[in-house]
């Protein structure tokens, strides 16, 4: 239970591309690369993404919005 409230305490939308990815299932490391870089890429272009930096430059825990 400890470690799903610590996963759950993370951006819903870093959590969704992470399991997304998991259950991709990549046959090699060189498939799962690109993989990766697309759950990256979704992550960072989310508003959860410029809230984390919001909330660690303020100091403060972030109001993740799951988008």
Same mark, same amino acid.
């Given at each position: 239970m400890d470690l799903a409230r610590r996963i759950?305490?993370?951006?819903?939308v870093a959590v969704r $591309?992470?399991?997304q990815l998991l259950e991709s299932?990549?046959?090699?490391? &060189? &498939?799962?690369?690109?993989?990766?870089? $697309?759950?990256?890429?979704?992550?960072?272009?989310s508003e959860d993404a410029g809230e984390g930096i919001a909330a660690f430059l303020e100091h403060r825990p972030p109001k993740w919005s799951g988008r």
């Open positions: 759950c305490a993370n951006a819903p $591309q992470s399991l299932c990549a046959a090699t490391e &060189d &498939d799962a690369w690109p993989l990766s870089d $697309q759950a990256m890429a979704a992550v960072m272009a």
